[in-house]
């Protein structure tokens, strides 16, 4: 869940053309933390009637849709349904529109989003997804002045990350829900994850202009492709981009960079999950650094481990902790005897740290600078078969929260690893397809490499991905044996929200500094 991140959308350019920063804007100003973890404005076309066809399609059926009035704009209805695509996702689908059409087209691109996916990949459980086409500001007819979510495109997250400890260097990484169910690690089985309603979270305005394969036409220069954007969302919320070591900028007025910290109390576990208007990191208070995600096992920032960066910025918080600094500051959270901070007052402290503070400059400045930050799948576990690396996206200055780090190189655009670029030129998917020779589904095989490092398996493999040798699940996580666990870290969040604090979205600035020699001395 990541940080939620909204998608708002990005001027148009050539294929081979550097794309312009954008400023991101919150879904609702509840609900800015919940976009923190997406991804940018695709615009890319679906495959057309003749392309060639996805291989290992699985089967789509429908339990049938059910339309009413909408509960706030007469003029509009929602339309619901659940929708089943083979054994790989179970979406709850609702949509929020004013033509009943558009909602039935919008589902079957979301089906077929799925299906590229579940045609590249196979998957032990299934996921459960809910997904809305909603309308800004709950109207048909929003105030583009005023309405925050008007020029909002959409945004998908994991919505509960699990702690998972690996057994060669005994670190805790945090694994979204989707990823986790794909696994054989000890409990998962035996029905002790306490696992949420839904995997992954996804939202979509209905008011923007969408178009889609079946409509007969060619799409024009102001519509988007929602087959190809929920294709792109779908894959971040299986866990691509999934950043929580180095992509939090507390204060747009200092070029520094620093992980996710946890708003909710230690013991609360598993953690909360993220929701449309609320999200367990980054928030009011600060009780500790949150652990690194998955993801952070395979990035390299610099030709050095993030979780190098990493631990030099948690021992030292500890370190501060420990010494009982008057610098940090104290907050009472309801429900906890766990000490929290305020985050201002913890940031600062780090600060005044000579190597916590060239940390985050370097963070910053290798953030902000193009080929510095690279996924290598051969990072973990030992023995791995996997060799490719894929540059990520780190070009971008001013730092942009929800583009930069999360996302491929934006000169992937002109090769098979286009899909999870920040923004796209305006082609269909079948031309992107043929002009870079990438495979049928869109997935590039070197964005397919991550997830497989990750833990997914492809989908012509003999069995499934094993990690029950080098990884176990924190046992705080885990539920007595025999104990139902579908569905209720929903009610688990309820009842842990007096101790976590209402995330705030913080703006972004940066700046290129020379830190290598202060870095040399940070290691130290």
Same mark, same amino acid.
Request: proline content about 7%; hydrophobic content about 40%.
């Given at each position: ?383 791995? +078969? ?49 002009? +870079? ?88």
């Amino acid at each position: 869940m990541t940080r939620p991140r909204s998608i708002s959308a990005r001027q148009r350019q050539p294929a081979n053309a550097a794309l312009p920063q954008a400023t991101s804007r919150p879904l609702t100003a509840g609900a800015a933390a919940v976009l923190l973890a997406t991804a940018a404005v695709l615009v890319l076309l679906p495959l057309a009637t003749h392309a060639r066809p996805l291989i290992n399609a699985p089967i789509v059926s429908s339990t049938g849709a059910i339309t009413t009035t909408h509960p706030s704009d007469p003029r509009a209805l929602r339309y619901l349904n659940d929708v089943s695509v083979g054994s790989a996702f179970q979406i709850k689908f609702t949509c929020d529109a004013t033509d009943q059409a558009f909602c039935r087209n919008a589902e079957s691109a979301l089906q077929r989003a799925a299906q590229r996916i579940a045609s590249v990949f196979k998957f032990r459980r299934t996921m459960t997804v809910s997904v809305a086409m909603f309308l800004p500001c709950e109207t048909s007819t929003p105030d583009p002045q005023s309405c925050d979510e008007y020029s909002t495109l959409g945004f998908a997250l994991p919505t509960t990350r699990i702690p998972v400890i690996h057994k060669d260097d005994g670190v805790t990484y945090m694994y979204p829900t989707p990823l986790l169910k794909q696994l054989d690690l000890a409990g998962v089985a035996e029905g002790q994850v306490p696992w949420p309603e839904y995997d992954i979270l996804a939202r979509f305005n209905s008011l923007r202009n969408w178009w889609f394969s079946t409509s007969g036409t060619n799409m024009n220069s102001t519509q988007r492709d929602l087959e190809f954007v929920a294709t792109h969302e779908l894959y971040h919320g299986l866990g691509f981009g999934d950043d929580l070591a180095m992509s939090n900028q507390f204060d747009q007025k200092s070029p520094e960079l620093l992980p996710f910290y946890n708003s909710f109390a230690p013991e609360s576990q598993p953690p909360p999950s993220a929701t449309v208007s609320t999200m367990p990191y980054n928030g009011n208070v600060f009780f500790r650094f949150a652990e690194p995600s998955i993801w952070n096992r395979f990035t390299y920032l610099a030709d050095r481990p993030v979780l190098d960066y990493y631990k030099v910025l948690n021992d030292t918080f500890n370190a501060i902790v420990q010494a009982k600094s008057p610098a940090l500051q104290t907050v009472n959270v309801a429900g906890t005897k766990s000490v929290a901070y305020t985050p201002a007052s913890v940031i600062s402290a780090l600060q005044r740290n000579e190597k916590a503070g060239t940390i985050m400059e370097a963070l910053h400045a290798y953030g902000t600078t193009a080929n510095k930050l690279i996924f290598k799948t051969s990072a973990w576990p030992a023995g791995t +078969t996997l060799t490719s690396n894929l540059v990520l996206e780190s070009s971008l200055d001013p730092f942009m929260d929800g583009s930069s780090l999360a996302h491929t190189t934006i000169t992937a655009n002109v090769t098979s690893e286009f899909l999870m670029v920040y923004a796209t030129a305006v082609r269909s998917f079948k031309t992107a397809i043929d002009a +870079t020779k990438a495979p049928a589904s869109g997935i590039g095989p070197i964005t397919k490499d991550v997830l497989l490092a990750m833990g997914y398996t492809s989908a012509d493999a003999q069995g499934f991905t094993s990690r029950k040798d080098v990884a176990d699940i924190d046992p705080r996580a885990l539920r007595a044996p025999g104990t139902s666990s579908t569905g209720d870290a929903a009610n688990s969040t309820t009842k842990k929200s007096a101790a976590a604090a209402v995330v705030t979205k913080t703006p972004a600035v940066s700046a290129v500094v020379a830190l290598s020699a202060a870095l040399m001395a940070a290691w130290i």
